[in-house]
Nanobody
Framework: QVQLVESGGGLVQAGGSLRLSCEASGRTTGQYIVGWSRQAPGKEREFIAAISWSGSRTDYTDSVKGRFTISRDNAKNTVYLQMNSLKPDDTALYYC?????????????????WGQGTQVTVSS
């Protein structure tokens, strides 16, 4: 089993930037697709982005394309979400998630392991 810990959330003004980090520990010797989702108050959890184990493929939901970038450093067991041009609608609890894979270039929007989340608040 893999444990995921998010960091980097906070309060930022509209138009600003934040970088979230997701560090994995535990059974990290396998290959994992890693993604980010978010949940705003009163709304369902929403997929945001995912990255393949190799890092060669990424997937984004339409609302963050061109503003958010997912990346990973497998040597550090860490995945990042760079968020630029933030909007008040981006305010949510952001979760990191992972799914084991045997295909290095595969992404998914469905995950097995989840972190506890980090809060992002964007003020207008």
């Amino acid at each position: 089993q893999v444990q995921l810990v998010e960091s980097g959330g906070g309060l930022v003004q509209a138009g600003g930037s934040l970088r979230l980090s997701c560090e994995a520990s535990g059974r990290t010797t396998g290959q994992y697709i890693v993604g980010w989702s978010r949940q705003a108050p009163g709304k369902e959890r929403e997929f945001i982005a995912a990255i393949s184990w190799s890092g060669s493929r990424t997937d984004y939901t339409d609302s963050v394309k061109g503003r958010f970038t997912i990346s990973r450093d497998n040597a550090k067991n860490t995945v990042y979400l760079q968020m630029n041009s933030l909007k008040p609608d981006d305010t949510a609890l952001y979760y990191c998630a992972a799914n084991p894979t045997i295909v290095p270039h595969l992404t998914t929007r469905y995950f097995t392991y989840w972190g506890q989340g980090t809060q992002v608040t964007v003020s207008s």
